[in-house]
């Protein structure tokens, strides 16, 4: 039984961590911004314009992407849940 956890654990975590270049990413456009801010205030609200555009872009196309892994999970979890109740009946 403790290593059924153990498995559920290990498929949760990979499918969560798959997205971690999403942060990265937005991380280093971050940064970027907040130089652009500091050495060219004028021209950074045009920046600061483009930046939102791209990442409301990117954000909906992890919505997209986690919606599919989201979708899949469920439906992992009611054959899991159904090889449960069959091997206790």
């Known amino acids: 039984m403790n290593f059924f956890m153990i498995n559920i654990f290990d498929d949760y975590v990979k499918k969560v961590s798959g997205n971690w270049w999403i942060v990265f990413i ?9 130089l652009s801010f500091i050495i060219w205030p004028l021209e950074a609200v045009k920046v600061l314009v483009y ?3 791209f990442l409301i872009i990117i954000i909906g196309l992890g919505y997209i992407k986690n919606s ?10 009611e054959r899991i849940k159904k090889d449960i109740k069959s091997k206790l009946d």
């Open 26 to 34: 937005t991380g280093l456009i971050a940064v970027a911004l907040g």
């Open 51 to 53: 930046f939102i555009g």
């Open 68 to 77: 599919f892994r989201i979708r899949k999970a469920a439906d992992n979890y």
